[in-house]
C-alpha cells in the first residue's frame, strides 16, 4: 500500500470513534431540544442552536486531524501512550456531557463533567504540542469552545 494512502486510512481510522460520539452525541442532543432545552433560561451570549452542529463539525474534525498528526510523529511510545490516554479519556467525557446534559437534565453534572473535560483537554494539547506543535495548535479552538460552553452550562445551571 502507498505511503499516502496508508496515511488516509490511518486519518479515517482516527476519526471513527470520533465520529461515533459524534454520532451519538447528536442522537441524544436531537431528542431533548424541543421542548425541553427550548424551555430553559439561557444566557445572553447563547448562540442559535444551529451554530452548534457545524462548531462541533469541525471540531471534531480537528481534532482527529490532531490525534493523526501525532500518531504520524516518531516521539517515544511512553510520551505518545500518555497522549493517546489523555485523548480517548476526554473524548469519553465529551461523550458523557450530552447524556448528563441532554438526556438526563443534570445540569450541575453536565458541569462539573465540562470542567474535566477543560482540564482532558488542556493536557491532551499540551502533550500533542510536545509531539508536534501542530497537534498542540490543532486543540486550542476545542479548548475554547469547551471553556465557552462551560460558561453558558454555568448560566443555564444559575438560571434554572
Not at 473524548?91 to 437534565?105: A, D, P, Q, T
Amino acid at each position: 500500500m502507498k505511503q499516502s494512502k496508508k496515511h488516509a486510512v490511518a486519518l479515517l481510522l482516527w476519526y471513527l470513534p470520533i465520529a461515533l460520539v459524534q454520532l451519538i452525541s447528536g442522537i441524544v442532543t436531537k431528542d431533548e431540544i424541543n421542548p425541553w432545552y427550548q424551555t430553559l433560561q439561557k444566557a445572553s451570549w447563547n448562540p442559535p442552536a444551529w451554530v452548534f452542529g457545524p462548531t462541533w463539525t469541525l471540531l471534531y474534525f480537528m481534532m482527529a486531524f490532531a490525534a493523526w498528526v501525532t500518531y504520524l510523529s516518531k516521539t517515544s511510545q511512553k510520551i505518545r501512550s500518555i497522549a493517546y490516554t489523555l485523548f480517548f479519556s476526554q473524548l469519553i467525557v465529551n461523550g458523557l456531557w450530552s447524556f448528563l446534559f441532554f438526556k438526563f437534565h443534570m445540569i450541575g453534572w453536565a458541569l462539573i463533567d465540562l470542567g474535566l473535560l477543560t482540564v482532558l483537554v488542556t493536557l491532551t494539547g499540551f502533550y500533542f504540542y510536545r509531539i508536534r506543535p501542530l497537534a498542540g495548535l490543532l486543540l486550542l479552538p476545542y479548548l475554547l469552545w469547551s471553556l465557552y460552553a462551560f460558561s453558558l452550562n454555568a448560566a443555564i445551571w444559575w438560571l434554572n
